[in-house]
């Protein structure tokens, strides 16, 4: 499942899931458009997480559940809690942090 947050609720969505994989993303980011392809194949093999779009301009407190001073930054939680992060544009990085997740 992927969505693209319209209002500033993230922490609503790690609560109501058990393993949430976002994306901190801008309109303005080249690299962010770059690896939304990839972010939504990855959503597609992995049906048992839930994979987030995150504007992190449009949206300061869902941007502040993860350290994000790059973009693009993606960020995991599992149970409700923070579990890594990585400021990537390579895919075999981002698929690395989303096995981390699913895997376990």
């Excluded at 992927?2 to 303005?28: G, M, R």
């Excluded at 973009?71 to 544009?89: C, E, I, M, S, W």
């Amino acid at each position: 499942m992927i969505q693209e947050l319209t209002t500033d609720n993230l922490s609503e969505v790690i609560k109501d899931n058990n393993k949430v994989i976002v994306q901190y993303s801008a309109t303005w980011c080249g690299n962010c458009r770059i690896m939304k392809p990839k972010f939504k194949k990855l959503a597609s093999e992995n049906t048992d997480a839930t994979f987030i779009i995150v504007d992190a301009e449009k949206n300061p407190e869902s941007r502040k559940m993860a350290t994000v001073d790059n973009l693009p930054t993606f960020a995991t939680f599992k149970n409700g809690d923070f579990v890594n992060q990585v400021q990537t544009n390579k895919f075999e990085v981002l698929k690395e942090l989303v096995d981390e997740v699913t895997n376990n």
